[in-house]
């Protein structure tokens, strides 16, 4: 499990294998991810640890998130509810 306040690895895990996620999650975590509650950045890492093709379905607006904690991590991260 990656430390949250190891902000180097935290980055390595936002580069994904889809551009898509990676446009996403690394304007987000050089902007945002320091001044995320201690609770969040673990949901936020909790999030970096689900498979590629789960991630893009949620942030995509396919498929809601199971965990409500992730969803909520989704959401914070695509700036704006899902429609």
Known sequence: M???MNIARVKWACRRG?????VLFQPFVN???????????Q???????????ELFAWFMGHEQCPDP????????VRGRPAP
Do not use: C
């Open 69 to 76: 904690e992730l969803a909520a991590m989704v959401v914070k």
């Open 43 to 53: 949901a936020f890492i909790r999030l970096l640890t689900s498979e590629d093709p």
């Open 18 to 22: 889809m551009l898509e996620l990676d």
């Open 2 to 4: 990656i430390e949250p």
């Open 31 to 41: 902007d945002h991810y320091e001044g995320l509650s201690d609770t969040d950045k």
